[in-house]
T-cell receptor, first 114, second 114 residues
């Protein structure tokens, strides 16, 4: 069945790099996403990666995809206190370019200590 | 800001009542998806509407129903409310363009069923 797993908590010091990991089960997923949710707010799209890519970099964010192991990671360089939030990994169950419905993990709560 | 708005922001209902939640899509988006996010969980897909027709449904009972209007705004209706329906309800609008579609989320409606 469809399942996305994430570790629940991560704590880092300001200025360090954060790495949030995710595993997914559906090898037919064409897109994988990272969303950020701050307290009391909706979801903010951070970045996404096509399943035929290994890596994508976007400013402080680096996404690594190991399709063989169905493992996705999000690295945040120079983590700031404003990065404290819950980060969700999601796989797309759509076809072609359609996102269809997203399957989300339970989220990783990132705490950044000054 | 994603341009997706939801109303109301908070709502309290009692068991057995009915509720209607509303979503205005980002300009130019013709697809809307609804998700339920229980406390401490990732969002769960309820259904998606494309050009006023249901375009996919998750594992939710028929008492969860929806509508999409010609201006692409949308409603989520829940009948016979149960305590477990207490959650944050998120809508996401999207537009399929250049072979890719990305969902942009609103801030959500927090529903409490007593």
């Amino acid at each position: 069945g469809e399942d996305v797993e994430q570790s629940l908590f991560l704590s880092v010091r300001e200025g360090d790099s954060s790495v949030i990991n995710c595993t997914y089960t559906d090898s037919s997923s064409t897109y994988l996403y990272w969303y950020k949710q701050e307290p009391g707010a909706g979801l903010q799209l951070l970045t996404y990666i096509f399943s035929n890519m290994d890596m994508k970099q976007d400013q402080r964010l680096t996404v690594l995809l190991n399709k063989k192991d169905k493992h996705l990671s999000l690295r945040i360089a120079d983590t700031q206190t404003g990065d404290s939030a819950i980060y969700f990994c999601a796989e797309s169950m759509g076809y072609g370019g359609s996102q269809g419905n997203l399957i989300f993990g339970k989220g990783t709560k990132l705490s950044v200590k000054p | 800001e994603t341009g997706v708005t939801q109303s109301p922001t908070h709502l309290i209902k009692t068991r057995g009542q009915q509720v209607t939640l509303r979503c205005s899509s980002q300009s130019g988006h013709n697809t809307v998806s609804w998700y339920q996010q229980a406390l401490g969980q990732g969002p769960q897909f309820i259904f998606q509407y494309y050009r006023e027709e249901e375009n996919g449904r998750g594992n939710f009972p028929p008492r969860f129903s929806g509508l999409q209007f010609p201006n692409y705004s949308s409603e989520l209706n829940v009948n016979a409310l149960e305590l477990d329906d207490s959650a944050l309800y998120l809508c996401a609008s999207s537009q399929f363009r250049e072979g890719q579609e990305t969902q942009y989320f609103g801030p959500g409606t927090r529903l409490l069923v007593l």
